[in-house]
């Protein structure tokens, strides 16, 4: 019997940098050696699909090949420009890549990119109490929050890939504390853990719109991913709108208003947000769900994808069955 299944791995990139000959060897990404030999292993037993051919399969125009993978690049970082692109055009594959708004019309640092680069350069165990000493200052009229023990039992738990203490800092700075403060806090740790302006860093991290031009000129695909890297699903409605409105209106000159696709921030997302995107004209959405999609039964709007640490060289998750990793 034919199988029915339109199985579609996604692999997910975040930084893609020569790690030993970077400013910060300690940030969680791809080592480019790492990246070219997924990239043999890709060429050697999947099919890359372009994005193109994702919406054209999930809107029952065509089928996917057999082993159909697609690159997608979270968050705009000029790393996945200087390192990925080149071996993409050498491997002719195509990428997609989802930008935040700001970073390119604003040049400032998203907050979660402050958090990576704090927890890159500080002791991970100093941080985490120098992060609940604040907390426990700025508690009181202004800043309403639980307890930091209670806050610590609930969040301080191993990651996926990292321990207790990144995590708890990780969950309070993006999205548990009130925005403002976390604002507040992720300022003050970064000027007392980094040695260089947040203003300077952004440009030194982020893709210019000239860099993101060149990527489509070059056959990439582009896509929405917030304007403010926000966790949309726990924004109130108005806010939600908003946050997508600007990033539609900064990301026109690259996406098909009609036809655009949406890439949650932290994989966050609800029922709001869905029936917004799509009277937008959203047509597929990307989580962080971990398992293999599969575009006969996933709605085209909450496919799941793999990391690139579930491939080789770094493991052989992507073979399983089912749910890989739920998010606690
Ligand atoms: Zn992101």
């Not at 958090?115 to 508690?139: G, P, S």
Request: glycine fraction near 6%; proline fraction near 5%; charged fraction near 30%.
């Amino acid at each position: 019997m034919e199988d029915s299944r339109q199985k579609l791995y996604i692999s997910m990139y975040h930084y893609t940098r020569d790690l030993k000959h970077s400013r910060y060897p300690g940030i969680k990404g791809l080592d480019i050696p790492l990246f070219r030999q997924q990239l043999d292993f890709f060429r050697d037993n999947f099919n890359v699909v372009t994005m193109e051919q994702v919406i054209d399969s999930a809107e029952g125009r065509s089928r996917l090949p057999d082993n159909a993978l697609l690159l997608t690049f979270d968050d705009g970082y000029a790393d996945n420009y200087t390192y990925a692109l080149p071996l993409l055009e050498e491997y002719g594959f195509q990428g997609s890549f989802f930008i935040p708004g700001k970073t390119f019309a604003e040049h400032r640092l998203l907050d979660v990119n402050k958090i990576h680069y704090i927890l890159a350069a500080a002791d991970h165990k100093k941080l985490a109490a120098d992060l609940k000493e604040k907390m426990d200052r700025y508690r009181g009229a202004e800043y309403d929050f639980p307890p930091t023990d209670e806050l610590w039992a609930q969040y301080g738990i191993d990651g996926r890939f990292e321990g207790a203490e990144p995590t708890f800092v990780k969950r309070m700075l993006q999205t548990v504390l009130p925005e403002r403060l976390r604002n507040i806090i992720s300022s003050e740790l970064f000027e007392k853990y980094m040695g260089v302006s947040e203003e300077v860093l952004a440009y030194e991290l982020y893709m210019t719109e000239d860099m993101i031009r060149t990527l489509r000129r070059h056959g990439m695909f582009i896509g929405l991913h917030g304007y403010d890297h926000y966790w949309l699903g726990n924004l109130p409605e108005d806010k939600m709108r908003e946050d997508i409105e600007k990033a539609l209106s900064v990301m026109d000159e690259f996406i098909d208003r009609d036809r655009w696709v949406m890439n949650y921030p932290y994989g966050s997302y609800n029922d709001g947000v869905l029936s917004f995107i799509r009277q937008k004209g959203a047509c597929i959405g990307l989580t962080t769900e971990v398992r293999v999609a599969d575009l006969a039964a996933d709605k085209p709007l909450e496919l799941p994808r793999l990391d690139c640490n579930d491939f080789p060289p770094k493991s052989e998750n992507y073979k399983k069955d089912g749910v890989i990793y739920e998010k606690k």
